[in-house]
């Protein structure tokens, strides 16, 4: 894509809506800051968490948060949840559109039907995009054990379609997640796209945090950072350290989970396995950071571990935090999926199966009895931020807008997302 195809010609004013914390959702933050840095304006309409503000303008972004929090919980739970969020939404984004019209409202899921709190702005001209970083009935199937065939399944394949069709493009996370949404044919190919979760630069930036390792070089530190349930598979990274524990002399694990509080019985119970495991010496609970933190707890260690049980979501979805170790040079063992197959060849990052602790473990000591090794693999694993950086993903973002905003300012009919 020429520059030419990716400028937008005037500013825009953007609304963005994510049923999230923004300041921890990198994914938001990315395109928010990048549309500022271009001249553009940005509301983000999002949570409110614990001792947030009302309003904020961070980096230029104008958030606006909905006096809601997340947590985990039951179909039930998570119903109200996004349906209240929706309804505040709805509201606000309405109230602001009046004011002052916005020409492009940018709706992230989950849920998809987040989308529809987008129907004034849509009225009057507005140009909708809705984001899938997931797809529904994926993560339903993942979270709750149920089959493809199972009626909430259907049903959330039905509010897919619906929502996909009403908006004016759709972007998707990953290829795949692109190519089994249009295999059961929720969306128009010609109205979609794929922009890949690449770190922000301006943020993972190994020259202001080189990788050196942990500050005490008698230490040898795995990290996680991340979202812990079940299916996020952090009990296998834990049993993993345990088989390890009594030969890798100063190693830890530290944990910091996405949530300080909505992680449900999750966070508790792999509480319980360290303590039943007797691990406390070794691995530690810490309290989530704010993104902008992160870079530098990843500067300081060995491993980064990315340990997922696989399932019909797992197995798509590219995780930010793979590509953000990749960009902090940390070395990565990771379970095998589809999605990380595709980006990552074999000799750049060091998989395993899942359920298979004793093949996670040996991954783990490989890099610690061959760190050379290590960080070469951590520098092949760069050939990711080369092909698809930040740069090449949001000309692709700034494209689309181009030509979503061109046809409604011209007054003609509007052009296919994907020509």
Not at 170 to 184: G, K, Y
């Amino acid at each position: 894509m020429n520059a030419a195809n990716t400028m937008v010609e005037a500013p825009l004013r953007v609304a963005m809506i994510v049923h999230a914390y923004y300041e921890r959702d990198a994914r938001v933050r990315r395109y928010a800051e990048t549309l500022v840095r271009a001249g553009h304006k940005v509301d983000v309409l999002a949570l409110r968490g614990p001792g947030d503000p009302r309003r904020q303008v961070l980096k230029g972004v104008n958030v606006i948060r909905m006096p809601l929090r997340r947590r985990r919980g039951g179909i039930g739970r998570y119903v109200l949840e996004y349906l209240a969020f929706t309804f505040l939404a709805s509201l606000m984004l309405s109230l602001r559109h009046l004011e002052n019209r916005y020409d492009v409202v940018h709706v992230h899921n989950m849920p998809d039907f987040l989308v529809f709190a987008a129907w004034l702005p849509k009225l009057t001209g507005c140009k909708v995009i809705l984001d899938a970083h997931d797809l529904m009935p994926e993560v339903h199937a993942s979270k709750f054990g149920v089959s493809s065939s199972h009626p909430i399944t259907k049903l959330l394949n039905l509010q897919e379609r619906i929502s996909n069709r009403f908006a004016d493009a759709v972007i998707f996370s990953s290829d795949l997640l692109r190519e089994i949404a249009l295999r059961r044919g929720s969306c128009d190919p010609q109205q979609t796209i794929t922009v890949l979760n690449s770190p922000d630069p301006t943020i993972f930036d190994r020259n202001r945090h080189p990788w050196r390792g942990p500050d005490d070089a008698t230490e040898f530190r795995l990290l996680y950072v991340g979202t812990v349930s079940p299916r996020h598979g952090v009990d296998q990274a834990v049993r993993a350290v345990a088989l390890l524990a009594d030969d890798i002399p100063g190693m830890r694990l530290l944990i910091y989970p996405r949530l300080a509080e909505g992680e449900g019985d999750a966070l508790d119970d792999l509480r319980r396995l360290v303590e039943h495991e007797q691990l406390e010496r070794v691995i530690e609970f810490r309290d989530p950071i704010p993104l902008d933190q992160i870079p530098h707890e990843m500067a300081l260690a060995h491993v980064g571990l990315f340990t997922p049980r696989l399932d019909a979501h797992i197995d798509v979805a590219l995780s930010i935090k793979v590509p953000e170790f990749v960009a902090m040079s940390v070395p990565i063992v990771t379970t095998k999926t589809r999605v990380m197959q595709r980006y990552f060849a074999d000799d750049q990052v060091s998989y395993f199966e899942d359920g298979d602790i004793d093949s996670c473990a040996h991954a783990i000591r490989r890099i610690f009895e061959d760190p050379e090794e290590a960080r070469l693999m951590a520098r092949r694993a760069d050939r990711f931020l080369r092909e698809h950086s930040w740069q090449v993903q949001s000309e692709q973002y700034m494209g689309l807008l181009s030509r979503l905003v061109s046809k409604t300012r011209s007054g003609l009919p509007r052009q296919p997302a994907g020509s």
